[in-house]
Protein backbone atom coordinates (compact mmCIF):
# COMPACT_ATOMS: atom_id res chain seq x y z
CA UNK A 1 0.00 0.00 0.00
CA UNK A 2 2.61 2.28 0.84
CA UNK A 3 4.43 1.69 -2.20
CA UNK A 4 1.09 2.95 -4.34
CA UNK A 5 1.07 6.41 -2.07
CA UNK A 6 4.86 6.74 -3.04
CA UNK A 7 3.93 6.30 -7.16
CA UNK A 8 0.89 8.59 -6.58
CA UNK A 9 3.43 11.43 -4.92
CA UNK A 10 5.29 11.00 -7.80
CA UNK A 11 3.15 11.94 -10.13
CA UNK A 12 2.93 15.27 -11.69
CA UNK A 13 0.04 17.44 -10.08
CA UNK A 14 -2.31 17.46 -13.92
CA UNK A 15 -1.51 13.77 -13.96
CA UNK A 16 -2.44 13.16 -10.07
CA UNK A 17 -5.78 15.59 -11.49
CA UNK A 18 -6.73 12.62 -13.92
CA UNK A 19 -6.08 9.89 -11.88
CA UNK A 20 -8.83 11.46 -9.17
CA UNK A 21 -11.42 12.52 -11.96
CA UNK A 22 -11.37 8.66 -12.87
CA UNK A 23 -11.76 7.34 -9.25
CA UNK A 24 -14.58 9.27 -8.46
CA UNK A 25 -15.83 9.08 -12.68
CA UNK A 26 -15.72 5.60 -12.45
CA UNK A 27 -18.55 4.96 -10.12
CA UNK A 28 -20.35 8.11 -11.05
CA UNK A 29 -20.57 6.45 -14.62
CA UNK A 30 -21.93 3.20 -13.56
CA UNK A 31 -24.41 4.68 -11.73
CA UNK A 32 -25.46 7.12 -14.13
CA UNK A 33 -25.74 4.24 -16.49
CA UNK A 34 -28.15 2.37 -14.30
CA UNK A 35 -30.39 5.79 -13.44
CA UNK A 36 -30.50 7.37 -16.96
CA UNK A 37 -29.22 5.18 -19.88
CA UNK A 38 -26.18 4.99 -21.41
CA UNK A 39 -27.23 6.99 -24.59
CA UNK A 40 -28.43 10.03 -21.70
CA UNK A 41 -25.06 10.26 -19.52
CA UNK A 42 -22.96 9.87 -22.97
CA UNK A 43 -25.30 13.29 -24.41
CA UNK A 44 -24.36 14.51 -20.62
CA UNK A 45 -20.77 14.13 -20.25
CA UNK A 46 -20.90 15.31 -24.38
CA UNK A 47 -21.80 18.73 -23.02
CA UNK A 48 -18.49 18.82 -20.86
CA UNK A 49 -16.36 18.46 -24.27
CA UNK A 50 -15.24 19.96 -27.27
CA UNK A 51 -16.75 19.47 -30.04
CA UNK A 52 -14.96 16.55 -32.21
CA UNK A 53 -13.88 19.61 -35.04
CA UNK A 54 -12.54 21.73 -32.25
CA UNK A 55 -10.16 18.59 -31.01
CA UNK A 56 -6.56 19.26 -31.44
CA UNK A 57 -5.54 15.41 -31.99
CA UNK A 58 -2.94 15.99 -34.67
CA UNK A 59 -0.02 16.84 -32.31
CA UNK A 60 2.65 14.14 -31.51
CA UNK A 61 2.46 14.48 -27.97
CA UNK A 62 -1.43 13.43 -28.62
CA UNK A 63 0.02 10.14 -28.58
CA UNK A 64 1.64 10.13 -25.19
CA UNK A 65 -0.63 12.18 -23.42
CA UNK A 66 -3.33 9.55 -24.44
CA UNK A 67 -1.21 6.67 -22.94
CA UNK A 68 -0.71 8.40 -19.89
CA UNK A 69 -4.40 8.70 -19.41
CA UNK A 70 -5.03 5.71 -20.17
CA UNK A 71 -2.64 4.75 -17.95
CA UNK A 72 -4.23 6.40 -15.15
CA UNK A 73 -8.20 5.20 -16.10
CA UNK A 74 -6.91 1.66 -15.64
CA UNK A 75 -4.85 2.30 -12.41
CA UNK A 76 -8.22 3.63 -11.23
CA UNK A 77 -10.20 1.02 -12.88
CA UNK A 78 -7.95 -2.06 -11.46
CA UNK A 79 -7.03 -0.52 -8.19
CA UNK A 80 -9.29 2.21 -6.98
CA UNK A 81 -12.44 1.29 -4.88
CA UNK A 82 -15.46 0.90 -7.68
CA UNK A 83 -13.79 -1.84 -10.24
CA UNK A 84 -15.11 -0.90 -13.21
CA UNK A 85 -16.24 -2.75 -16.07
CA UNK A 86 -15.55 -2.29 -19.90
CA UNK A 87 -18.31 0.22 -20.79
CA UNK A 88 -18.26 2.55 -17.89
CA UNK A 89 -13.93 2.12 -17.79
CA UNK A 90 -14.04 3.14 -22.02
CA UNK A 91 -16.63 5.71 -21.00
CA UNK A 92 -14.72 7.60 -18.38
CA UNK A 93 -11.61 7.26 -20.72
CA UNK A 94 -12.85 8.89 -23.69
CA UNK A 95 -14.19 11.46 -21.45
CA UNK A 96 -10.91 12.01 -19.76
CA UNK A 97 -9.15 12.15 -23.65
CA UNK A 98 -11.98 14.31 -25.22
CA UNK A 99 -11.65 16.83 -22.10
CA UNK A 100 -7.62 17.30 -23.10
CA UNK A 101 -8.68 18.09 -26.47
CA UNK A 102 -8.04 14.28 -27.82
CA UNK A 103 -10.38 12.99 -30.25
CA UNK A 104 -10.51 9.20 -28.71
CA UNK A 105 -13.57 6.78 -30.02
CA UNK A 106 -15.57 5.14 -28.48
CA UNK A 107 -15.95 1.67 -29.42
CA UNK A 108 -18.10 -1.29 -28.92
CA UNK A 109 -18.44 -4.27 -30.33
CA UNK A 110 -19.88 -7.61 -30.08
CA UNK A 111 -19.51 -11.35 -30.56
CA UNK A 112 -21.06 -14.66 -30.48
CA UNK A 113 -19.56 -17.28 -27.94
CA UNK A 114 -20.72 -20.50 -27.43
CA UNK A 115 -24.30 -20.11 -27.18
CA UNK A 116 -24.67 -16.43 -25.91
CA UNK A 117 -23.61 -12.87 -27.15
CA UNK A 118 -20.71 -11.12 -25.70
CA UNK A 119 -20.20 -7.09 -25.63
CA UNK A 120 -17.48 -5.46 -24.92
CA UNK A 121 -16.42 -1.85 -24.88
CA UNK A 122 -13.13 0.06 -25.71
CA UNK A 123 -11.25 3.61 -26.71
CA UNK A 124 -9.55 4.19 -29.82
CA UNK A 125 -7.18 6.75 -30.43
CA UNK A 126 -5.79 6.97 -34.39
CA UNK A 127 -7.15 4.09 -34.75
CA UNK A 128 -5.52 2.16 -32.10
CA UNK A 129 -7.29 0.42 -29.31
CA UNK A 130 -5.83 2.21 -25.72
CA UNK A 131 -7.53 -0.02 -22.78
CA UNK A 132 -7.69 -3.22 -24.60
CA UNK A 133 -5.20 -5.54 -26.96
CA UNK A 134 -4.22 -4.57 -30.46
CA UNK A 135 -6.43 -6.92 -31.86
CA UNK A 136 -9.66 -5.92 -30.26
CA UNK A 137 -11.48 -5.42 -33.61
CA UNK A 138 -10.70 -8.45 -34.60
CA UNK A 139 -12.19 -10.30 -31.69
CA UNK A 140 -15.11 -8.23 -31.75
CA UNK A 141 -17.67 -6.80 -34.83
CA UNK A 142 -17.97 -3.08 -34.07
CA UNK A 143 -20.74 -1.04 -34.65
CA UNK A 144 -19.63 0.88 -38.13
CA UNK A 145 -19.62 4.37 -36.57
CA UNK A 146 -17.47 5.18 -33.22
CA UNK A 147 -19.71 6.18 -30.52
CA UNK A 148 -19.67 9.66 -29.58
CA UNK A 149 -17.52 10.90 -32.89
CA UNK A 150 -20.43 12.99 -33.34
CA UNK A 151 -22.85 15.00 -31.40
CA UNK A 152 -24.73 13.09 -29.32
CA UNK A 153 -28.86 13.39 -29.33
CA UNK A 154 -29.92 12.17 -25.46
CA UNK A 155 -33.37 11.65 -27.34
Known sequence: ???RWIKIQRLSWSKRWALVQALVLLPVTALAMRLVGFKRWLAILSQFVPKLQ???SDKDSDVQ???DITRLVNVAARRGPYQASC???SLALWWLLRRQ???GDLRIG???QANHLEAHAWVEFR???LNDRSDVSQRFTTFERAIGSEGVNPE
Do not use: W
Open 1 to 3: MAA
Open 54 to 56: DAT
Open 127 to 129: GIP
Open 87 to 89: LPH
Open 65 to 67: QAR
Open 110 to 112: VRK
Open 101 to 103: GIA
